[in-house]
């Protein structure tokens, strides 16, 4: 396909989606070119976004994988060690400095003693991103971290895509992060880190 054929499709794509997606989504357009199945856009404080994530939680059947800064909202903690039991494979990283927070340290304690891998930044940069990713189906991103001030408090956005091709290189991408030996390293309560 030539440029400017693939830029007019592109921008055609875009302008169904801006204005066709604001009914509840955005669908198919393009056959292969946007793939965006769906999105939901959820605010805090008024759309209570953890509580939404708590229910995506619940409903995991293979695996969720969290990478996020800040972790200390309970019901998310919970619903995470709910789903580890019921053999949901579960795996976190999160900022080797969020770990000086007093509760951000009983919330990945909690989990990482129920079995639950977490992985830390080795690297001098911040481990800043938030996105989780479940079962090839969900991708949420934003700016919301999973704690009750971001919930309750914060001007926070938190986007829920579900499409299997954007879940999918969101997954990778967490993989990716999962076996990079040099940046990140397992985490546990009692080596002191």
């Known amino acids: 396909m030539n440029g400017l054929r693939r830029c007019v499709l ?8 801006i204005f066709g997606g604001l009914g509840g989504g955005l669908s ?8 965006v199945s769906s999105v939901e856009v959820w605010y805090a404080p008024e759309d209570k ?12 059947t293979q695996y969720i994988y969290v990478a996020v800064y800040g972790m200390t909202f309970p019901s998310a903690i919970k619903a995470l060690l709910a789903a580890h ?15 000086n927070d007093p ?12 079995g639950v891998p977490i992985k830390v930044n080795r690297h001098d940069g ?9 079962d ?23 986007d829920v895509i579900r499409d299997r091709a954007i879940s999918v290189k969101a997954r ?19 080596s002191g880190a």
């Not at 976004?49 to 995991?60: F, S």
């Not at 039991?85 to 770990?99: A, C, F, K, M, N």
């Not at 911040?126 to 479940?134: E, P, S």
């Open 10 to 17: 592109l921008w055609i794509g875009c302008c169904v989606a």
């Open 28 to 35: 198919t357009v393009l056959a292969g070119e946007v793939s």
């Open 49 to 60: 976004p953890l509580q939404r994530v708590v229910g995506l939680y619940e409903q995991a």
């Open 85 to 99: 039991r019921r053999g949901v494979d579960v795996r976190i990283i999160t900022d080797r400095q969020r770990l």
């Open 103 to 114: 509760k951000q340290r009983v919330a990945m304690t909690a989990l990482r003693e129920a």
């Open 126 to 134: 911040l481990m800043h991103l938030k996105q989780v990713v479940i």
């Open 136 to 158: 090839d189906q969900v991708n949420m991103n934003g700016s919301m971290n999973h704690t009750g001030s971001g919930n309750r408090y914060n001007d926070e956005r938190l």
């Open 172 to 190: 990778d991408k967490f993989l990716s992060m999962w076996r990079d030996h040099t940046r990140f390293e397992d985490w546990n309560p009692r």
